[in-house]
Every structure is written in C-alpha cells, then in structure tokens.
C-alpha cells in the first residue's frame, strides 16, 4: 500500500444509510454500538455476541437492536447480507469469521489484530475501492501511532522506531490479552509498512494503576538533526487530522536531544459508555465508524462483486 499523506477526515456526506451488524459485545462492542448509534450513515441492525448474559447485548437491547447469543452464525444467518460487519472478537475469531464473510461481499472492519485486511489508518491511508473488502485497523497502538510515525518518517531521515502504548488494566478485555502476541506483531508490522523503517519494536502495557491510567503512546525515535520546534510541528499536525474523528487525541509531550527524539500521544475518550481513560477503544471504534461513514457516503460504493460499481 502507498500511504497518503494530508488526506481530509470531516465527517462524510451521507448518501444513504448502509446496513451495519457487530460481532462481539464486550467493552468495545458495546462503545462501537454507541458510535453507530451516533452515526446517521449507519443503521445497525444487529449485535452478535456469544454470551446472552453479557453487558454489551443488554445495552444493544436498550437501544432497540436487534442482538443474538449466536455470533457468527447469526450474521450468516440474515435474509441478505449487510452492507458492512464490525468484528470486535479476537485475531483468532476473526481468521475463522473471514472465510465466512468474504463470499457474501460485505464490507468487513477488522477490529482485531489478525493482519488478514488491508491495513489502514483513515487520516494516512482514506478509504477506496482499492482497498478492499476487508480493513483491518490494527491495534489501538497503531492507530494512536502510525500518523505521526508516518509523518515523522516522510520529514526526517528516521533511523529507528519504538511504540509504547500503555491502556489500563480494567479496559483491557479477555480478546486483548489474547491478542498480546498479535499486537505486537502487526503494530510492529504496520510501523515499518507505513514508515519504510525496518528497525522497529512495539511494546504494549497493561497497567494495574489506581487510579487507572489513561491510555499513552510514546514514540521513540531516531534521527540525525531532529530540531525540537521541527519535530512537534509534524506531530502537531498530525494529530489535528486525527482530532476531526478522535478528539480527545493530543500531544502531551515532545522532546528531541542529539538523534533521540520522544513524541507522547494521549487519547481521551468521548463515549457514552467509556470512562475517560479508555482512549484505547475510542480511538480504534472511532476510526472504524469513520471507515464505515466514508464508505456510505462514495458516490460509487463497491458492488459485491469488490469492483466499483
């Protein structure tokens, strides 16, 4: 993929409301059913999940969703295929859920670490017919990241890349602490994919603070001749592209001595259902209702053939 830098990310014009369902209903199901709910481009009609007892379907019913126990099954199992599914479940899930989804042609938002779909981050990448039927949005580190690593990288002659997310333990749910291994791999993996730097690490913390810690990204970097007013400009403007869809995303903190330059990313949550310091899922839920919007509103959406109809 040939990222694109300075892309705009104002809220879409809507052509006409695309059908949406979720699967999964933890945590950050349940704050991406409130972003739909949000989102005049969307019209959820169902949330899947596999406990009937969960907190995620009781609220979706408190909405007025449609919600089911069945998972899965019940996605495959709609009169007609939804325009677009959320999958909120785990990397593992999701490699089994792919095969399923693909022959119905839907538009499927990757919320899990799995690496299946193009990878995208909505003010670096857009979205287009090119990029496929499946998306994949990474990691919360990654979209927290990948904006400033990718605009540092296309500024300066960057060496060496180290992203440090930290999310509080009690909004790190069972599917994230399955995910560790594949969060790192594929937050590494997308760092180097939209920087060109080969040499990267990614580290993720789960932190038992009280009280808990708002989520955090440090990027660590490396470059010759980084000018400290250079450096939080980039990141600066950065992160205004990312505030048009995430904004309580800021830099708290940007320091450069000799080639060692550390740029601090804060997110803040805005939901109706998040405390304040879950900035983790806001940002990837609202990343993934932004792809969904701008879905919605091209002109020419994908038939389901996946070409531009």
């Known amino acids: 993929m040939s990222p694109t830098a300075g892309l705009t990310t104002a809220q879409p014009d809507v052509v006409e409301p695309v059908t949406v369902a979720v699967i999964g209903t933890g945590a950050i199901g349940r704050d991406l059913v409130s972003k ?23 609220y979706a019913e408190s909405l007025g969703y449609a919600t089911s126990a069945a998972g899965i099954e019940a996605v495959l199992a709609a009169a007609r295929p939804f325009d677009v599914v959320f999958d909120a479940t785990s990397a593992a899930a999701h490699r089994d859920h792919w095969p ?17 779909g193009r990878m995208v981050a909505p003010t670096v990448t857009g979205v287009s017919a090119a990029t496929g039927r499946n998306v994949n949005l990474i990691s919360c580190g990654g979209q927290a990241s990948i904006p400033v690593v990718h605009a540092l990288a296309a500024r300066f002659p960057v060496t060496y890349l180290e992203v440090v997310s930290t999310v509080a333990s009690d909004v790190a749910g069972r599917a994230t602490r399955l995910n560790l291994d594949e969060y790192v791999a594929t937050t590494g993996h997308a760092v180097t994919a939209f920087s060109g730097v080969a040499d990267v690490k990614a580290i993720l913390n789960i932190s038992p603070a009280v009280p808990p810690a708002t989520f955090r990204t440090a990027v660590h970097a490396r470059m010759a001749g980084a000018d400290p007013a250079a450096v939080r400009a980039v990141a600066e403007r950065a992160a205004e592209e990312v505030r048009s869809f995430a904004p309580g995303y800021e830099v708290t903190a940007c320091t450069a001595a000799g080639d060692r330059v550390t740029i601090t990313l804060q997110v803040m949550a805005h939901s109706d259902v998040l405390p304040p310091y879950a900035g983790n899922l806001d940002i990837i839920n609202s990343a993934a209702v932004l792809v969904a919007e701008q879905y919605a509103a091209r002109p020419e959406r994908m038939s389901r053939t996946g070409v531009a109809s």
Not at 42 to 57: H, I, K, Q, T
């Open 100 to 116: 399923l989804l693909e022959p119905l042609g839907t538009l499927v938002i990757d919320l899990t670490p799995s690496k299946i």
């Open 36 to 58: 739909i709910d949000r989102s005049p481009a969307l019209d959820c009609r169902l949330v899947a999940g596999r406990n009937p007892e969960s907190a995620g379907l009781r």
